[in-house]
């Protein structure tokens, strides 16, 4: 069993920034996968980012530009670096992790953190 713990939401301007890490229970060497996922209210999960083992990334167009997304196995975390926030992007953010990347992809990993807010005032 993985624990995701997920931090670094908050309250920021728009045009702002945030960096949001998930550190992993154990090694995260074999999740293959790891990502970034987001929920507004009244509205559907959606994946923001992805991250393979190999440093491989899958970005939403929403945040090609803004956003980032990268990995420590050293220290078993990924992070999302958000840049130029826009009220948009107000939501719950999860992370999610899974051997199957194809799952993180779908939207259905075998982990999930209990979720960060953001919130993106204008």
């Known amino acids: 069993q993985v624990q995701l713990v997920e931090s670094g939401g908050g309250l920021v301007q728009a045009g702002g920034s945030l960096r949001l890490s998930c550190v992993a229970s154990r090694s995260i060497f074999r999740l293959n996968a790891m990502g970034w996922y987001r929920q507004a209210p009244g509205k559907q999960r959606e994946l923001v980012a992805a991250?393979?083992?190999?440093?491989?990334?899958n970005l939403a167009d929403s945040a090609k530009g803004r956003f980032r997304i990268s990995r420590d196995n050293a220290k078993n975390t990924v992070y999302l670096q958000m840049n130029s926030l826009k009220p948009e992007d107000t939501a719950v953010y999860y992370c999610?992790?899974?051997?199957?990347?194809?799952?993180?992809?779908?939207?259905?990993?075998?982990?999930w953190g209990q979720g960060t807010q953001v919130t993106v005032s204008s």
């Open positions: 999610a992790a899974d051997r199957n990347p194809e799952m993180v992809v779908a939207g259905h990993p075998g982990y």
């Open positions: 991250i393979s083992s190999g440093g491989s990334t």
